[in-house]
């Protein structure tokens, strides 16, 4: 059986900057958790979901924007630093760090966390087309799309951290 701080050593960093919700996660029955991507899937984002609207906000708030500061300064956790390189987010033009740069300004200041998605598979032609259409999203379906977006992203850390199951 897993101790609580292997579990949250392990998996404290799926949701980013949360531990919380591994925390959450392994006192709400992790401790006899078979540790499939699935099985440990499911019982983070229940805790996820579970958590208050603050606390669900707080995670959206933790994730970098996309090309942003933090990848410049080289600052991004190793996991986002990954993913945002799988993209090509690393290699923008300067016209492309432009208009990422002005998106993510305008995004946060309409929604107030940053423009989230699940970037495997996706080039940054598709995650600059999914921000044009976002940013016209009202802000209860975007504040959903967000959440649905972390799980994704913890789908697929876990999925490279785990069996399936």
Avoid: C
């Avoid at 699935?38 to 019982?43: G, P």
């Avoid at 229940?46 to 994730?63: D, K, N, T, Y």
């Avoid at 087309?129 to 975007?142: M, Q």
Wanted: glycine content about 10%.
């Amino acid at each position: 059986m897993v101790t609580r701080e292997d579990f949250v050593t392990r998996f404290g960093g799926v949701f980013e900057h949360s531990p919380f919700i591994a925390e959450r996660a392994y006192d709400a029955g992790g401790a006899g958790l078979e540790l499939t991507a699935k099985a440990v899937h499911a019982v983070l984002s229940a805790q996820f979901r579970a958590a208050s609207e603050a606390e669900r906000l707080g995670v959206l708030r933790a994730h970098p924007d996309l090309a942003g500061k933090l990848a410049i300064a080289g600052e991004l956790t190793a996991d986002s630093r990954n993913e945002q390189a799988g993209a090509g987010l690393d290699r923008l033009t300067p016209e492309e760090h432009a208009r990422f740069t002005t998106l993510n300004g305008a995004y946060t200041k309409k929604f107030g966390f940053p423009f989230i998605i699940a970037v495997k598979g996706l080039n940054r032609h598709d995650i600059l087309s999914a921000f044009e259409t976002r940013i016209g999203n009202g802000a209860a379906e975007e504040f959903e799309t967000a959440m649905a977006q972390v799980e994704k992203i913890a789908w697929l850390r876990l999925s490279s951290m785990l069996p399936e199951g």
